[in-house]
């Protein structure tokens, strides 16, 4: 459960900006009936959740998601490669 906008916890973010971009800042939040910090708010928000999203998420062709899912159904043999493959891997990955 969300907590009421009142109740969420705030952290304070100064920053040093030319002066024609603060009063280009301000006149967008006006004219989307906003307060700066608002505005700030839901611009830089929604930019940082798209850079996290896009660095996150995998995206694939239709062709690439057809080809994992079928490996995923048929695996492939286990052989001398993918063996080497899980033993680098082993080494280089100590278990938590």
């Known amino acids: 459960m969300s907590?009421?906008?009142s109740e969420?916890?705030?952290a304070?973010?100064?920053a040093r900006v030319p002066v024609h971009v603060?009063?280009?800042?301000q006149r967008a939040a006006?004219?989307?009936?906003m307060t700066l910090t608002?505005?700030?708010?839901?611009?830089?928000?929604?930019?940082?959740?798209?850079?996290?999203e896009e660095a996150d998420v995998l995206r694939l062709?239709?062709?690439d998601q057809v080809r994992f899912a079928k490996v995923l159904i048929d695996p492939p043999a286990f052989n001398a490669r993918l063996a080497r493959a899980a033993k680098r891997h082993a080494d280089l990955i100590a278990r938590r």
């Open 8 to 10: 969420v916890e705030t």
């Open 22 to 25: 603060y009063e280009q800042m």
């Open 38 to 52: 608002g505005y700030l708010i839901a611009t830089a928000g929604e930019d940082a959740r798209r850079a996290v």
């Open 3 to 5: 907590r009421p906008a």
């Open 30 to 33: 006006k004219l989307r009936g």
């Open 61 to 63: 062709t239709t062709e």
């Open 12 to 14: 304070r973010l100064e």
